[in-house]
């Protein structure tokens, strides 16, 4: 079982920068792709990015692509989602989550088998 917490989120500026963590307690936390999901009030939660085990390949949706970047480090348990040129369409609840890396790299929510609580993240016009 894969705890995770993010942890960064906050209130900024529409072109503002923040930088979310996800850190998991799985010792083995190389052995999982990782993601940001985001969910606004009254949508369905939606992919934005993710990573592969080794970090080597990631992915991004088109609406962040050029502006977020998904990293980790698994010496330290943690995902990052560096977050620059904040739109006021980025506000969301933001989630982490992992998927075991032989299953592959998913866009759908319902396919990853851990998440994390959440961290708010707010961007003011």
């Known amino acids: 079982q894969v705890q995770l917490v993010e942890s960064g989120g906050g209130l900024v500026q529409a072109g503002g920068s923040l930088r979310l963590s996800c850190a998991a307690s799985?010792?083995?936390?190389?052995?999982?792709?990782m993601n940001w999901f985001r969910q606004a009030p009254g949508k369905e939660r939606e992919f934005v990015a993710a990573?592969?085990?080794?970090?080597?390949?990631?992915y991004y949706a088109n609406s962040v692509k050029g502006r977020f970047t998904i990293s980790r480090d698994n010496a330290k348990n943690t995902v990052y989602l560096q977050m620059n040129s904040l739109k006021p369409e980025d506000a969301a609840v933001y989630y982490c989550?992992?998927?075991?890396?032989?299953?592959?790299?998913?866009?759908?929510?319902?396919?990853?088998?851990?998440w994390g609580q959440g961290t708010q993240v707010t961007v003011s016009s």
């Open positions: 989550g992992a998927r075991p890396y032989y299953r592959g790299i998913s866009y759908e929510s319902r396919d990853y088998d851990y």
């Open positions: 799985e010792r083995t936390f190389s052995s999982y792709a």
């Open positions: 990573i592969t085990r080794t970090g080597v390949s990631t």
